[in-house]
């Protein structure tokens, strides 16, 4: 077969949408959710309360005496964290069975991934912890979400929900892109450095693996009012705007 022919169909093949077949986790009233490689979701409802299934989604165990608003979980599901309805934030390194609280507070929103953790607080300053306990400020400030995947933390802004890429060395030591993008409020970065963010429309937008100024998403056409995200090496799993959540195998 001819090498461009080859080219060509490659082509439409990596521009399928990864968002071919998804399926409906039990639940209803989603707010939050997390996903790992191994299929562990972690959610949270309108209401406040917190599930764990081991099972994609299949059964849920609720979480007794805790309430959460944001939840956030690494790519191996080692590493499970919540923030509260009073800004406090809880983690958790057996896969939801024991939480312990953290001594970071006013926390809106929360990364937990297998080395370096994020939160940002009320005042919209991000900081990190290797231990969910002692906490540097970054430089980075003015932020509604932070994810991280080993080499950049990527950023959402106040100002116009613009998505920030930053590469990653030290709390203080971080070069800045600011992408194309923006109106975005909420966002994840895969293990493969892939950047999936979500706008106010609820329209899902895709990046590579790249820092570069004026970097360019791709929307995602047959996917829409999505309010919360999370991508795993393997899954994919969204919340909508009517509390529905879905999960896609990659």
């Keep these: 077969m001819n090498k461009k022919i080859i080219l060509g169909i490659t082509a439409l093949l990596c521009a399928a949408t990864i968002f071919a077949a998804p399926v409906k986790i039990d639940g209803y009233n989603w707010l939050d959710i997390a996903v790992a490689d191994d299929g562990t979701i972690l959610a949270c409802n309108t209401t406040g309360d917190m599930y764990v299934s081991s099972d994609k ?53 929360v990364c937990a991934t297998r080395s370096v953790h994020f939160t940002v ?23 509604i979400r932070a994810v991280f995947d080993g080499w950049k933390l990527v950023t959402i802004s106040r100002d116009n929900g613009e998505a920030y890429v930053h590469a ?58 999505v309010i919360a995200i999370s991508a795993s090496r393997k899954y994919i799993a969204t919340v909508n705007k009517e509390g529905n959540a879905y999960l896609e195998t990659r």
């Design 57 to 109: 989604g299949a059964s849920f165990t609720k979480v007794e005496g805790y309430d959460a608003v944001r939840v956030s979980m690494n790519s191996t599901g080692t590493m499970m964290a919540h923030v509260n309805q009073k800004g406090d934030l809880y983690y958790s390194t057996d896969r939801g069975q024991s939480w312990t609280k953290s001594n970071a507070y006013n926390i809106m929103d």
């Design 168 to 225: 990653y060395k030290s709390a203080q030591d971080m070069t800045s892109y600011k992408t194309a993008s923006y109106d975005f409020v909420d966002l994840d970065v895969d293990p493969d450095g892939m950047i999936f963010c979500v706008n106010k429309a609820g329209d899902v937008y895709t990046a590579p693996n790249k820092a570069e100024e004026g970097l360019a998403f791709t929307k995602d056409e047959d996917v829409y009012n």
């Design 121 to 143: 607080n009320l005042s919209g300053e991000v900081y990190e912890s290797r231990d969910m306990m002692n906490w540097t400020k970054t430089k980075i400030n003015n932020e």
